[in-house]
């Protein structure tokens, strides 16, 4: 028996803790090709003076551009990572829900399946039990879940109530007996930003210095990050602040990588997994989602951890989906989640590949 009992060791990931971040409708047009010339070069969605957007952001050759954007993604993860959605491979990434918007995206991503009655972002409480509820209810990781988010609407989509887990979404202040100095300004600091470009929800800047300080406070082993600017911002048909918006989440990403590579309580045990609720139109349509909005169901999704290998921008041919995210999560954790529901199978590319 002994032999057999270390073997099944042996094939449990290396993953202890897992960071799963959000970028609201950011497009894999951009991510795999970086800038849209079109969009870049023509007056109709910028705001800006061309020469500072372009010097920023264009270059001729595909892959410089697309780092100049995102350079933690093609530095960083496609040197040790996985990066799926780039549909010029044939290599797909889809919602499964009927709705292409945020409420039902966020709600597969976390749950596991589409369902049908989230058919609106006013949607009350979710009836659905989520990953991190479920996570936060098994001993090992009770107190050791939380979320972050830029968009205040996650207080239902995970259920704060009753998931008991705390969400510190939209402009909550942290809360606490014992805050520290850098919590307490966050917390000033978060009400005293211009409505952010008129959307008027939290910055993504402050919703990250919120949770990484809670990283260095707290430790947690699941945190939730979503940014929500790239939204909001396409929503404006600002087309370099919208590039901005996912330029500087790409660094916020890279500095929480970074950070906890230099603590060994995250150091070559943490797995990232970064992907988005919806994509977003083409052309003149790219400010736009919806399910009348042809190609917003379209997605990426970027995995970087100890137990996903070195494969880096995935050229196979093959559909992956929303709904597989939840049970992935899980089984980095050595985990089967379960909610009554019928789940999406867990993305098998990016696991060990011993399981
Ligand atoms: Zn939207």
């Avoid at 991190?132 to 704060?160: C, H, R």
């Avoid at 082993?221 to 979503?226: E, F, T």
């Avoid at 150091?267 to 009348?292: A, C, L």
Wanted: glycine share 6%; proline share 3%; net charge neutral.
């Amino acid at each position: 028996m002994l032999c057999c009992f270390n073997l099944a060791v042996a094939q449990k990931s290396l993953t202890k803790n897992v960071v799963i971040i959000t970028l609201d409708g950011y497009r894999w047009q951009e991510l795999f090709n970086g800038a849209d010339s079109a969009l870049l070069f023509g007056k109709k969605f910028n705001s800006q003076d061309s020469a500072w957007r372009i010097k920023k952001y264009w270059d001729q050759d595909n892959s410089k551009r697309r780092a100049k954007l995102m350079p933690f993604f093609w530095n960083s993860i496609a040197k040790n990572g996985q990066i799926f959605g780039n549909r010029k491979h044939k290599n797909f990434v889809n919602v499964t829900n009927k709705y292409w918007f945020s409420y039902p995206g966020y709600n597969e991503i976390f749950t596991g399946f589409a369902d049908s009655l989230i058919n609106s972002n006013d949607h009350p409480a979710n009836q659905n039990v989520n990953i991190l509820e479920f996570l936060n209810q098994l001993p090992e990781f009770n107190g050791k879940v939380a979320s972050f988010t830029s968009w205040d609407t996650f207080t239902k989509i995970l259920n704060e109530k009753r998931a008991g887990i705390t969400v510190n979404a939209g402009f909550n202040n942290v809360k606490g007996d014992h805050l520290s100095e850098v919590q307490e300004s966050l917390n000033q600091l978060q009400h005293w930003l211009p409505k952010d470009y008129g959307t008027g929800e939290r910055h993504d800047a402050i919703t990250y210095a919120l949770a990484k300080e809670h990283v260095k406070l707290n430790h947690p082993r699941v945190l939730q990050i979503s940014f929500t600017e790239t939204d909001a911002l396409a929503h404006s048909a600002k087309y370099d602040y919208y590039l901005d918006a996912a330029h500087y989440n790409d660094a916020m990403i890279a500095d929480l990588w970074n950070y906890m590579q230099t603590d060994p309580f995250y150091k070559n045990q943490t797995t990232f997994i970064i992907t988005e609720d919806h994509g977003r139109g083409i052309g003149d349509s790219w400010p736009h989602h919806y399910y009348t909005v042809p190609n917003s169901n379209e997605l990426f999704f970027a995995v970087i951890g100890p137990d996903t290998q070195a494969n880096g921008e995935m050229k196979q041919s093959g559909q992956w989906f929303q709904n597989q995210f939840a049970q992935t999560i899980a089984s980095f954790l050595n985990i089967t989640f379960q909610n009554g529901k019928k789940l999406g199978k867990p993305i098998k590319e990016v696991l060990p590949q011993n399981k």
